[in-house]
């Protein structure tokens, strides 16, 4: 039951729970790391209040001596985790805050976090049933849901392995990367409408084979990356296109309808160039295998 003098779902963190989550990117900066949940312990440990007191000083230590620099990002983790603290927090009427945070974190588990606990001794039961006292809940609260991670490829985590991908697309992708129309390529345009043609097949052939997110984008990933390779081999000289970035206004004038002209005919020039490049390198992908 919600208590009376609960605060409104979804308001904005407390002061307590920010200055957990600062603690904890200032102490990853220190290992010379990404943040991820483990740091967010320390972060909790080193405020105040039945979090903090749940963890103790111990908890510093022990996430000192993990291996100092991950290989691949966290930030997917630790974004999942104040998801589901903020989600927490928002079922009980009550502001995120730091022991709604430290649920997250243990029902969560990462490998990190449980290391971390084991190394400073604590008992993850015991801990997690601290932080449910405080925010007034059962000591037997069920795990609680835990958002949807951002697709594998996308952020910070990790594409699937190429060995995981389905292999019907994948056939297809590689069949197009041994016949990439390379000796067509004269200009930066040309690399930059190539890279972006090849995004979108791969895009495409994940839609309509119904591949879930993560087979999706980690197509997407591995075959740009490996046509990025195959045409940097090629022509070494023809460096990525970059756009320049526009500026929006910020007041509005009297001619402010015409602030997106730019980005639309910024569009319409990519699209016509990509759909030019294609008219001329269209041949060399014929007899391409189906899925």
Not at 163 to 168: C, E, F, Q, S, Y
Not at 197 to 215: H, I, K, S
Not at 260 to 273: P, S
Request: proline share 10%; aromatic share 6%.
């Amino acid at each position: 039951m919600v208590p009376a003098d609960a605060a409104e779902p979804d308001v904005p963190p407390s002061g307590p729970y920010l200055e957990a989550i600062r603690r904890g990117f200032h102490f990853a900066r220190e290992q010379g790391r990404s943040c991820g949940p483990d740091d967010f312990l320390v972060g909790i440990s080193e405020g105040q209040g039945p979090a903090a007191a749940a963890l103790g000083p111990s908890v510093r230590v022990a996430a000192s001596g993990l291996s100092g620099g991950r290989a691949e990002g966290a930030g997917y983790l630790h974004m999942q985790a104040q998801g589901a603290a903020a989600a927490l927090a928002a079922a009980r009427g009550q502001r995120p805050a730091p022991e709604h945070l430290l649920v997250a974190l243990l029902d969560q588990g990462t490998p990190e976090v449980v290391k971390t606990l084991s190394r400073a001794g604590l008992d993850p039961a015991v801990v997690r049933r601290a932080a449910l006292a405080a925010i007034g809940a059962p000591a037997d609260e069920p795990p609680i849901p835990l958002p949807a991670l951002t697709p594998a490829g996308t952020l910070d985590r990790p594409p699937l392995p190429v060995t995981d991908l389905n292999a019907r697309a994948w056939t297809v992708l590689r069949w197009r990367q041994d016949h990439l129309p390379l000796g067509r390529l004269r200009r930066a345009s040309d690399r930059a409408a190539l890279a972006s043609l090849e995004r979108a097949t791969a895009w495409r052939l994940g839609q309509d084979l119904g591949l879930d997110d993560d087979q999706r984008h980690s197509l997407v990933h591995h075959h740009s990356d490996q046509v990025e390779r195959l045409v940097a081999r090629s022509r070494p000289d023809l460096p990525p296109r970059a756009w320049p970035t526009l500026r929006r206004r910020h007041r509005p004038g009297p001619l402010s309808f015409t602030v997106g002209w730019a980005a639309w005919f910024r569009n319409r020039q990519v699209g016509l160039r990509d759909r030019w490049f294609w008219f001329r390198t269209a041949r060399h992908y014929r007899g391409a295998p189906q899925p």
